[in-house]
């Protein structure tokens, strides 16, 4: 039975096997939000034609995944724009349509001093707000996030903290899902609630551990998590 539902994002693709993530998505029917890091586009663009071919959403993440609040505005759009050059011109190699500008910043930094602006220049430039009226956390709208253009997310597995040293396994990865703070966005089980989730597609998570999406996802599926099909809305309509 459904608890909950939720949009799954994927950040910092490609790695040298997203192929096999999106093979795994498809088998469980979830359509995802993929952030692709640009320079990575330019290494590996097979495996980003693939997600788009096989119907996975690929937004826009910066081109070399900066600090935004250590760059100047003027850096903080070059690397956007660079971007999104690269995704044009992987969608028109891939053949498939690009209906949507999603973008998240790297680390979620939105800028610092320059967040007002970063915003603004989002809102002009047409790219497409995640649909985040379901969201019921308080904090997401007293912080602002419901305004906000680029898409952020409410749960993070922070999986991505596994690496050989970092003492940061599977197990602090299961706390974090098992535990119940709202105020941090750990209410994943909470009936009614509405989530959007951050993964990501490392190949040095890979090594360590092989199936860690696959784990992740799987069980938070039997657990009465619903992936839904991620949904935009018209920014214009809650611009700053
Ligand atoms: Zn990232």
Known sequence: MNISTAILTIDDIPSCNTTTMVDYLNEK?????????????????E???????????????SYTHPHFSEISFEEGVKEIEEC????????????????FRPFRF????????????????????GFDKLDDTRITYPW??????????????????????????SGFTMEDVWKRVNDHSPASGGALFDQGSHHIILLHDHDETRELVPDYYRQLIDQISERGVAFEKPAFIDPKGCCH
Do not use: C, S
């Open 106 to 125: 790297p680390y979620g930094d939105k800028g610092g001093e320059n967040k007002e602006k970063l915003q603004q220049y989002l809102l002009q430039k």
């Open 84 to 99: 999104e050059r690269v995704l044009d011109d992987i969608y028109h190699r891939a053949g498939i349509e690009r209906k």
């Open 47 to 61: 495996q980003v034609i693939y997600a788009l071919q096989h119907g996975m959403i690929v937004g826009n993440h």
């Open 29 to 45: 029917k979830i359509q995802v939000v993929m952030f692709a890091w640009g320079e990575h586009v330019m290494e590996h663009p």
């Open 140 to 165: 997401w709208k007293k912080d602002g996030l419901d305004k906000d253009i680029d898409t952020l997310w409410t749960f993070d597995f922070a999986e991505y903290q596994i690496r050989p040293d």
